[in-house]
């Protein structure tokens, strides 16, 4: 029994050696090259979790210990890159090795800003092109959404919609396809399971639900408002034979304002069919800006109402709401107009 004893802990203290030195020499992991950065104040403990997090190391716990034991302790934030099978002396002399320090920059898109209003900022604070970056987010990065937008060659631009209103933390002079994968990651998470739930039960489409969202984002000021604005135009679009135009003015101001910004005036005319819901049938061909939650939950989960009309003072800020086209214009007398 002794002897059984003896050899099954002979057996596991050998195999669990193996695996330890598997870990410390970096056989079996993958060649993969991984760039991150490493924030000032991390430790020989944080280093250890924050590489296990990024996929370069196994074993944490074993980590620290060798790092303890080689004596090397003071870990150098900044840009870095790694790979999985580097052995961990090597990964430690990287840790400590004196590094260039990417300068970072804050970044604040608001609610219903523009593509070309977004990639106009990253420009101003020098994160990148605002060319680069429009081109960049308007190709496909592999994203889940991406895949069944129904967009057209015609929509002015391709991603307009998806960059989710957020405070970002960006490099200064990032690539470009750098800065579109961080956002397009935040809308992705920002949707989420729940949130597609609801899309696929409001028998709009993602691009529909966003497209929408971009008006009554530019339209309303509240969340109550929001979701009021949002059943008048999905009871229009619900009867296209009497309300065959949204007539939404923010459709007509992206003609105007952003197109003519973006493409020069000469261009207006060609995207007026397009966008302005005082011309074209049902949704313009694409959002005319990037919606905030608040903005997608009121097309997803709109007032019930009877209203087919609406109009804001432009003194008092008030919305005044009416089911028939009588009501509107005693509204619009109401509201000064």
């Given at each position: 029994m002794?002897t059984v004893?003896v050899v099954s802990i002979?057996?596991i203290l050998?195999f669990s050696?193996i695996?330890l030195g ?8 993958s060649d993969e ?5 490493i924030?000032e ?6 280093a ?6 990024k996929?370069?190391?196994?074993n944490?716990s074993?980590?620290?210990t060798v790092?303890?034991?080689?004596g090397?302790t003071?870990?150098?934030a900044?840009?870095?890159?790694l790979?999985?099978n ?6 430690i002399s990287?840790?400590?090795r004196?590094r260039?320090?990417?300068e ?6 608001t609610?219903?800003m523009?593509l ?5 900022l990253?420009e101003e604070?020098q994160v ?6 429009i ?5 496909n ?13 015609q929509?002015?631009y391709?991603m307009?919609?998806f ?9 200064v002079?990032d690539?470009p396809?750098?800065v579109?994968?961080?956002?397009k ?8 399971v729940?949130v597609m739930?609801?899309?696929e ?6 691009y529909?639900v966003?497209?929408?969202a971009?008006?009554v ?9 929001m979701k ?11 009867d296209p034979s009497?309300?065959?135009h949204?007539e939404?003015?923010?459709?007509y101001?992206?003609?105007t304002?952003?197109i003519?910004s973006a493409l020069g005036?000469n261009?207006?005319?060609s995207y ?9 049938f049902?949704?313009?061909i694409?959002p005319?800006g ?5 903005a ?6 709109p007032?019930?109402?009877d209203?087919?009309f609406?109009v804001?003072?432009s003194v008092?800020?008030?919305y005044y709401y009416a089911?028939t086209y009588e009501q509107h214009k ?8």
């Open positions: 002794i004893i002979s057996f050998a050696a695996q598997v870990e410390y020499m970096g056989l079996t992991r090259t991984i760039t991150f950065d924030p104040g991390t430790t020989r403990e944080t250890a979790d924050l590489l296990y997090q996929g370069i190391i196994g944490p074993f980590f620290k790092m303890k034991i080689s090397k003071d870990v150098v900044g840009s870095i890159t790979s999985p580097m052995t961990y002396p090597s990964i990287a840790l400590v004196s260039r320090v990417y970072t920059v804050t970044v604040t898109f609610e219903g523009s070309y209003k977004a990639a106009k990253l604070k990148c092109a605002a060319s680069d970056f081109a960049a987010f308007n190709e990065s592999g994203f889940d959404f991406e895949k069944d937008l129904d967009t057209t060659p929509t002015l391709k307009e919609g960059l989710f209103p957020d405070t970002y933390e960006f490099y002079q690539d396809a750098n579109v994968t961080k956002i990651t935040n809308f992705e998470s920002k949707m989420g729940e739930k609801l899309v039960q409001s028998g709009l489409s993602l529909e966003i497209t929408l971009s008006i984002q530019a339209e309303g000021d509240t969340e109550t408002n009021l604005i949002s059943s008048v135009f999905l009871n229009r679009l619900s009497t309300y065959p949204l939404s003015d923010s459709t101001f992206y003609v304002n952003t003519a005036n261009s207006v005319s007026e069919s397009l966008y302005n819901t005082y011309t074209c049902g949704l313009p694409g005319i990037n919606p905030g939650m608040q997608i939950l009121a097309v997803l989960e007032e019930t109402t209203y087919y609406f804001t003072d008092t800020g008030e089911s005693i509204n619009c007398e109401k509201a000064g107009y």
